[in-house]
């Protein structure tokens, strides 16, 4: 019976990547002299920090210019609420979500059942979904439905088997 697993992952290689690219860019452009702006990565967290609100969402901004050059789904980011730091500064932290959740995997499993080819089955597997089926155009069908449809998480598909 063919099969195919949904999960939902980040590259953490990218994402250094994509962090030290900013970090670079951030030191070396002029707009950015003297404001004290720092990207810094640890663990799944990202930690923003700068002199003004305004500078802070320009660091932003580069950093998600990176981030998508190197195709990681701004989707796995939660941001989390701008913060007063030392000094006049502000911070922001930024989370990197990974693993689909129950309430995810539960919205995940409703869709396929509801919108999914006749004989298209799923079911919860840790942080993933398996999805089973009798012929290998139904998965197919399926994987372009949920490809289609936003979850608010970026979505891969893993294990395609016949």
């Known amino acids: 019976m063919p099969t195919f697993d949904v999960v939902s992952q980040v590259d953490m290689q990218e994402v250094r990547n994509a962090v030290d690219q900013a970090a670079r860019e951030v030191e070396t452009r002029f707009d950015f002299r003297a404001t004290s702006s720092s990207i810094e990565l640890s663990g799944h967290e990202l930690a923003l920090r700068s002199a003004t609100e305004d500078r802070l969402k320009a660091v932003l901004q580069v950093l998600e210019e990176k981030l998508v050059r ?27 979500k990974a693993g689909i959740n129950a ?50 998480i970026p979505l891969q598909f893993e294990n395609f088997r016949d």
């Open 103 to 152: 309430d995810q995997s539960r919205a995940i499993n409703k869709f396929i059942k509801e919108n999914g080819p006749k004989g298209v089955s799923s079911s919860n597997q840790g942080d993933q979904v398996r999805v089973t089926a009798k012929k290998r155009d139904d998965l197919q069908a399926t994987i372009t439905a949920l490809r289609e449809h936003d979850f608010g």
């Open 70 to 96: 190197r195709k990681v789904s701004l989707k796995a980011l939660d941001y989390g609420k701008l913060e007063e730091a030392a000094k006049g500064t502000v911070r922001q932290t930024v989370t990197l």
